[in-house]
């Protein structure tokens, strides 16, 4: 014998925690709707979140763990992408440009439609009037105020 304890199963009593690894793995974009791209957005910033976390507690340099946002598109979207929104080519295209353009895809209304957010609030947004602490009550219809606009990208 080496010296380890064993269990009344007669399994090896582990001294050491075993580690956990996590695969986190940046969000793709793969269409260029609207809507795809506010959800992915909320999906790249948990992405980021994950990953400083990680970073955090391996003193990994953040910048290098970091998935590019080239690399974060599916590549034919890519390629129409560099050559119909900048009339230029995959490799010249730079990250900061693609950032722009996402941010400027969910920023603006969707095809100059602005919905009709009273009814559609009026029909999703309730006070819970069984919650009988004031103060939780209206927190909570912040809160799922706050939720309805990230979910919908009304912001």
């Known amino acids: ?30 269409d260029w709707s609207q809507a795809v791209i506010v959800k992915l957005l909320k999906a790249g910033n948990q992405y980021e979140s994950r990953m400083h976390h990680r970073c955090t507690n391996s003193d990994e340099s953040l910048v290098k763990a970091l998935s590019s946002v080239k690399s974060s598109f599916e590549p034919k979207l890519l390629e129409v992408v560099s050559r119909y929104e900048f009339q230029t080519t995959v490799d010249e295209v730079t990250e900061a440009q693609l950032l722009q353009l996402i941010y400027k895809q969910t920023n603006n209304v969707k095809n100059a439609f602005v919905p009709y957010l009273h009814a559609y609030f009026r029909k999703h947004l309730k006070m819970d009037l069984k919650e009988v602490d004031i103060d939780a009550r209206v927190l909570k219809y ?5 939720e309805l606009i990230e979910k919908h990208g009304f912001g």
């Open 142 to 146: 912040y809160r799922n105020f706050s």
């Open 1 to 30: 014998m080496s010296g380890e304890t064993h269990d009344a199963d007669g399994d090896v009593v582990m001294t050491v925690s075993q580690p956990v690894f996590e695969l986190i793995q940046a969000p793709k974009i793969q």
